[in-house]
Nanobody
Framework: VQLQASGGGLVQTGGSLRLSCAAS????????MEWFRQAPGKEREFVGD???????TYAEFMEGRSTIFRDNAKNMVYLQMFNLKPEDTAVYYC?????????????????WGQGTQVTVSS
């Protein structure tokens, strides 16, 4: 399984970014796709996910500021983030898990992508 995240970058407070994750080596339409992030000195934390059948959940800090969607024909999952804040600065990872929902932990992840850096300037 390979997961390739992209789309990170530098954005000003209040800006938007769309992260992408390309997946291969798995039956994508059967996979729950996760987004996590890790800021310097902090633990990796759940951002949101989308289940194999399209149901999405979000961490409280991302509720109303993000949308996760998937394109099964392209084996792609996306994290669209709005109204970004400096505290959103982190490396963002896509992942797959046998579980789904806001209580998914890093230990529940089956495969990780390599991460993409998001930096929000104040």
């Amino acid at each position: 399984v390979q997961l390739q995240a992209s789309g990170g970058g530098l954005v000003q407070t209040g800006g938007s970014l769309r992260l992408s994750c390309a997946a291969s080596g798995l039956t994508f339409s059967d996979a729950n796709m996760e987004w996590f992030r890790q800021a310097p000195g902090k633990e990796r934390e759940f951002v949101g996910d989308i289940s194999w059948n399209g149901g999405s959940t979000y961490a409280e800090f991302m509720e109303g500021r993000s949308t996760i969607f998937r394109d099964n024909a392209k084996n792609m999952v996306y994290l669209q983030m709005f109204n970004l804040k400096p505290e959103d600065t982190a490396v963002y990872y896509c992942a797959t898990s046998r579980l789904h929902g806001k209580h998914v932990r890093p230990s529940d992840v089956d495969y990780w992508g390599q991460g993409t850096q998001v930096t929000v300037s104040s």
